[in-house]
Every structure is written in structure tokens, then in C-alpha cells.
């Protein structure tokens, strides 16, 4: 063997090597501009069809049929009386005089797409429904439950003043909230249950493919609709509902609404979604 | 008799006790320790925020069998209860590293 061929084969090795290590380093390097980059061009690629702005809206932007079937369903939507009912609660003072325009920058009109944020005095992600229930609980009132109606109406109404507004979630200068970050992109991507499904399964690998009668939807813009009036649940219901419904349906037995893995998952989620207009209230099959 | 004739009769013998054995009919003390078992394991599976919901029902359907006097199915049950609940344990550790292989890049 001469000496070239010596150089050529070490080159070679060290190349495969290099090959063997970066994948890992930058799994475990955590770069969430790099992420949603390469989020919307992993779903820009796969469906080069569907309008950046489209993907917001899950199924729908995924088939012609069920696209016409939704514009169809937009002239009388189903959220119609969840909407009305926000807005007046909304505009309702509490007991003690105040009211939720006290506890929200701008009254909290036009601000859903800066929700969740990271609270750097917790420490902790917030979103929007734990932001109204603090806000009640604040003002002495009980708080609402996290799943449906009240709730449901309260965040209709804000995601309605924020429609067309793009998603503008900031990752403070903050070690926690990094880490907040990529605790919900793990949350994302970790399997569980006894079906073995994570979100990606049936959100990543799978949208637009049928799951029983269902359309699935894209990751991309999943919660840029919430909350949503499902045909399914005959109601409707918040981000939280969606989050606990899916770790049942893989028969994993759900965490509590708003438990730290939820918030971090909605923060990851809301993150690479940064751009995309807001589109809320929604509705679903 | 033959020392073969008698080998196969021993043999036989210990096969009947193993049989008589297995077929005996497990007591509330067996479904005790089976059920400690499986609740340890599901117990272990909170705490690492992963439990299955068919754990928590074949726990509850042990406890119904047991309830009834039916220790057999209710050893069944729970013994089936500690084999889910040992997997999610396996889910969530293995999942610790394996969700980055999902992970789009």
C-alpha cells in the first residue's frame, strides 16, 4: 500500500466518522431558528401544493373536497355562538369591578398571536388559558375549566381579534427558556402509550392521510385555528382539549391541562409555527 | 421391573405433580402479591409521566375479579396489568434518546 492510498483511506475513515458524529451533535444542539426553518420546508416539500398561509388550516388545506366542504361550513361556522359568548364575557366585569381588558396588554385585543410566552420571573411557559384563569383567580374568581366551553369562548374571542395576525413567539435570552423549548420539542416527538404514537407520528409522518374517518392535519400551523368546534366532540374546545384527547386516544392516560409538559409542548408547537396567521376560532370535522 | 420401566413411571409421576400443581387455584394471597406488583410497576410508569390507560383498566378489572372471588382471573388480570405497565416503563426509558430519530432536521 503506498503512501497515497494510505492518506486516501484515513481521509476516507475520517469522513464516515464525521458523518457518524454530526448527526448526533446536532440532535443534541438546540437552535430553534434552525428548527422552524427546517420545519416549514420539511411541509412546504411535502405538500408544494398548499399556500404557506393554508396550512393553518389543518385538514382542510389538505384536500380539495374537504376545502370546499369547509368554505361552505365558514358562511354559518358551528364557533358562532362560542364567539358571541367570549365576547361578552369578554366585555363583563368581574365582581370587584375589573375585568379581563385589565389583565392583557392592549385589553387584551389583537395579542393571541404572542401567546405562549416565557415568563422569565416564573421561570415557566404561559399560555393564553392559564393567563385568563390567573387573571379570574386574581380578581377572586373561580377559575374555568380548562377543556371546554367557558374557556373555549374566552380564547375564541381573542384569537378572533388577532385573525390574520401571524404568530410572534419569542424565545427569550433565557437558559430556561430554551430549555422550556426543547423539553416540548421532546414532548413532540416521544412516543407513548400502548399504541406507541408520538405527535409526529400521526402530524409529521402522516397528514393528510386518512386515521379511521379522519383527515389528519399537519403540524405546521396546528394551533394557529385553536380553539376549534369539532363535529366530532359536538362542542368546542381549547388547545388543552386537543393535547389531553390525543395522549387518550393512544391510550396514554392524559396529564393535567396546563401541566408543564403541555406548556412547553404548546410553546415548541406555537414557535415553529412563528409566521403563520392566526386563523381561530376554528372548526373540524 | 425394569430400571426403564421404573425411570418412565417417576416420570410420569413428576409430570402429574407439575400439572397439579400448575392447575391449582390461586388464592387471595396470590392476588395480593400480583397486584403489588403491578400497581409498584404503574406506580414506577407515573412517575415517569408515561402510564398506559389499558394498565389502569386491567388493574381495576384484577381488583373486580378479586372483589367477586374469582382469584384466578383476578391473578390474571393483574399479572397482565404489571406485563403493560413494565412496558410503558420500557416506552418511556427507551423513548429518553430514540425521539430524536423522529425529529425532522
Known amino acids: 500500500m503506498n503512501e497515497r492510498s494510505v492518506i486516501h483511506r484515513a481521509s476516507a475513515t475520517l469522513a464516515v466518522l464525521a458523518a457518524l458524529v454530526a448527526p448526533a451533535f446536532a440532535a443534541d444542539t438546540v437552535d430553534p431558528v434552525a428548527d422552524a426553518r427546517a420545519f416549514r420546508k420539511f411541509f412546504t416539500d411535502k405538500f408544494p401544493k398548499v399556500k404557506l398561509e393554508d396550512f393553518v388550516n389543518g385538514p382542510y388545506s389538505m384536500n380539495e373536497d374537504l376545502h370546499r366542504q369547509w368554505e361552505e361550513k365558514e358562511q354559518f361556522p358551528p364557533y358562532e355562538f362560542s364567539l358571541g359568548m367570549g365576547k361578552e364575557m369578554f366585555s363583563s366585569p368581574f365582581r370587584n369591578g375589573r375585568s379581563y381588558q385589565d389583565c392583557f396588554p392592549n385589553g387584551g385585543i389583537g395579542v393571541r398571536q404572542n401567546y405562549p410566552y416565557f415568563d422569565e420571573k416564573e421561570g415557566k411557559v404561559v399560555t393564553l388559558e392559564l393567563a385568563l384563569n390567573r387573571c379570574r383567580e386574581a380578581n377572586g374568581e373561580a377559575p374555568f375549566s380548562y377543556v371546554r366551553d367557558e374557556m373555549a369562548a374566552l380564547t375564541a374571542y381573542m384569537a378572533f381579534t388577532s385573525r390574520g395576525k401571524p404568530f410572534d413567539i419569542k424565545i427569550p435570552n433565557d437558559p430556561r427558556a430554551l430549555d422550556a423549548y426543547q423539553k416540548g420539542k421532546e414532548y413532540f416527538y416521544t412516543r407513548r402509550g400502548q399504541l406507541n404514537f408520538s405527535c409526529a407520528t400521526c402530524h409529521v409522518q402522516s397528514p393528510g392521510e386518512r386515521i379511521r374517518a379522519e383527515v389528519l392535519a399537519p403540524a405546521l400551523g396546528i394551533l394557529n385555528a385553536m380553539p376549534i368546534y369539532r363535529s366530532e366532540w359536538s362542542s368546542m374546545g381549547t388547545t388543552s382539549r386537543r393535547f389531553t384527547t390525543c395522549n387518550s386516544q393512544i391510550r396514554g392516560v392524559p396529564l393535567n391541562p396546563q401541566d408543564d409538559e403541555y406548556r412547553n409542548l404548546e410553546y415548541y408547537l406555537s414557535y415553529v409555527s412563528n409566521g403563520l396567521p392566526i386563523s381561530g376560532p376554528g372548526a373540524r370535522p | ?105
Open chain 2, 1 to 105: 421391573m425394569s430400571v426403564e420401566i421404573i425411570k418412565i413411571a417417576l416420570s410420569l409421576g413428576l409430570l402429574v405433580a407439575g400439572a397439579t400443581c400448575a392447575a391449582a387455584a390461586n388464592s387471595e394471597q396470590d392476588f395480593k402479591a400480583a397486584y403489588a406488583a403491578a400497581e409498584a410497576a404503574n406506580k414506577e410508569a407515573s412517575a415517569l409521566r408515561n402510564q398506559w390507560t389499558t394498565t389502569t383498566s386491567t388493574l381495576a378489572a384484577a381488583k373486580k375479579a378479586a372483589d367477586g372471588g374469582d382469584f384466578d382471573a383476578a391473578v390474571a388480570s393483574a399479572r397482565e396489568a404489571e406485563a403493560l405497565a413494565r412496558a410503558s416503563i420500557f416506552q418511556a426509558t427507551s423513548e429518553k434518546e430514540r425521539w430524536k430519530a423522529m425529529e425532522i432536521r
